[in-house]
């Protein structure tokens, strides 16, 4: 694998919250999208992902197609190089394995021409909320079924470029097992379909981390993610993806900082990308869900929610043309 990561970007408007809601304001701008996007990637053609999620529920008629839930039509913004990041969140109350993995075989089907890597559910460890796909039954198993559907349906069709993996949060404590309960679940036909582990995390948004201590801070979480959480789950030989980091804006959280810990984060994950085999950065957002908003989750952007710069996104399109 290239040393150099892979960056990105979650483009729309709605963002989840830790309550089961959904945050959101002004609809997307599709040529304001596609305007930021362009000067984020710096020239036409260096690999670039566009994150866009879609999922499936026990009201998701199979057949086709599957609309990217956000942003909206999200394969306008896989162009000049640029894929999407494909998220595939189960949501089945009734624990519908057969019918998701059957989902993922027609997302390759609709999405597979224009996807990079594709993301079999969404912070499945997560168990407390609903938007989440802890919440749901046999998430476990919707995991080390799903993964496999994608790939073998992505042969069939000769996407063989088409990345399959699975993401959690950060795991500590009696929830450290969890990617080893997985392995173990799925055995080796599992373990031998997966091509990336995903790793959403957000220091010092939900618990403060000091300025000085922020790259250390980041260092060692990646480090222990590597180390106590994946080798020992036999996964240690897989690429690490950033599926998500941000840092939001809003009272005593300045634009200033934003910029500060999206270049202190970025800057530790381009430094440690041939150590720790760190395959790619997506940053989560481009853009507030709602600028107006005083709420943690209303304001994650590089923009406002008028496509207006903050600081941080200029530090952010500076880091990809350094480190990409």
Known sequence: MSHRPVFGVYPGGVTGDDSGGLASGPPDDPDRVTEALDILQGRPGRPFLVRAYTGFDDGTRLGGPHPTATPEDATRYAVRGRRLDLVAQYRSAAGDVDG??????????????????????????????????????????????????????????????????????????????????????????????????????????????????????????LRRHRDAVLTPAGLGHLPLHITEHGWPTGEERPPHRQAEVVDTVVRAVAGLAEELRLSGYTHFALRDADSSQPGLFHRFGLTTDDYTPKPAFDTYRALIDRHG
């Open 100 to 221: 998701y993995c059957r989902f993922l075989r027609e997302l390759v089907e609709q999405y597979g021409a224009v996807t990079s890597t594709l993301q079999v559910t969404e912070e499945p460890n997560d168990t407390v909320n609903p938007v989440l796909d802890g919440c749901y039954p046999s998430v476990r198993e919707a995991i080390v079924r799903g993964v496999p559907a994608v790939k073998e349906r992505a042969r069939e069709l000769g996407h063989d470029e088409l990345r399959v993996g699975f993401n959690t949060t950060p795991l500590f404590g009696p929830s450290a097992s969890f990617i080893s309960e997985l392995t173990e679940l799925g055995g080796p036909a599992f373990v031998d379909e997966l091509d990336y582990v995903g790793l959403d995390f957000f220091p010092d948004v939900f618990r403060p981390v000091a300025p000085a201590d922020l790259a250390s801070a980041v260092e060692g979480l």
